[in-house]
């Protein structure tokens, strides 16, 4: 339970702040990987809080991200073990809706028309005010990532609808250096060189005890050690 007054039922009218003009609204939050949410969890809990309501797009099951494990599991035991996991996440972060494209974890790119192809008649249906994605960065330069990201632009573009990428807090780019965000690179498919963050244009202050308690749901991918930075606001660039 968070401190401060409780708002639930009663939908905001006007912002707490100036950065919260898309909170209390409908948003379309669009990922690569199971455990991507966490970049906006704290944005995503807000706006159900706000009276709002959260689509999530996950265009993978994450059957490559097998880095953390200590026993060998296949790709199809991984997607299940990761779908559960993000609908855990989700169920804690009050997220009204996870879709799952099913696209190949580390083979996005080259997927680019399936995947617009998949998430057009998806936007078109849902219809939501903003869409919050990866930007060029694809914040750790994965190329799912970017390609993510990418395609959600072109899509928030032809439809009119405003969005916000996700970008890296000045507090997280201090404690993990672009050197350090490379040594973490575990295999491949990222772009070559350190990724460029651009600033941050919008700041949103959130509950880092629930972005924690969503994070721990991801147990396949941090071997059941704590998560090592969680810091209390989560940054965007207006597109
Ligand atoms: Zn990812």
Known sequence: MMGGMRTAGTKRKTPAHPDEFFIGKRLMVVTAHPDDEGIAA???????RAGGTTFLVC?????????HLDRPV???????????????AAEILKIDRVLF?????????????????KLLPIVRR??????????PD????????????????RIARRE?????AFTISPEFRRALPP?????????????????QHRESDVKIAVNAAVKRRAWSSHRSQFSGRPPRFHFPYEHFVRE
């Open 42 to 48: 704290g944005t995503m809990y807000k706006n159900h």
């Open 59 to 67: 265009a993978t099951y994450g059957e490559k991200g097998k880095s």
């Open 74 to 88: 296949s790709d199809a035991a991984l997607k299940r073990i990761r779908k559960q996991e993000l609908l855990r």
């Open 101 to 117: 494209l099913g696209m190949p974890d580390a083979g996005v790119r080259g997927r680019r028309a399936d995947l617009y192809r």
């Open 126 to 135: 849902i219809k939501p005010d903003y869409i919050l994605s990866f930007g």
């Open 138 to 153: 694809g914040m750790s330069g994965h190329w799912d990532h970017i390609t993510v990201g990418g395609v959600s632009l």
């Open 160 to 164: 009119n609808i405003p969005m916000l």
């Open 179 to 195: 050197e350090r965000f490379m040594a973490r690179r575990k295999f491949g498919s990222y772009r070559p060189g350190a990724p």
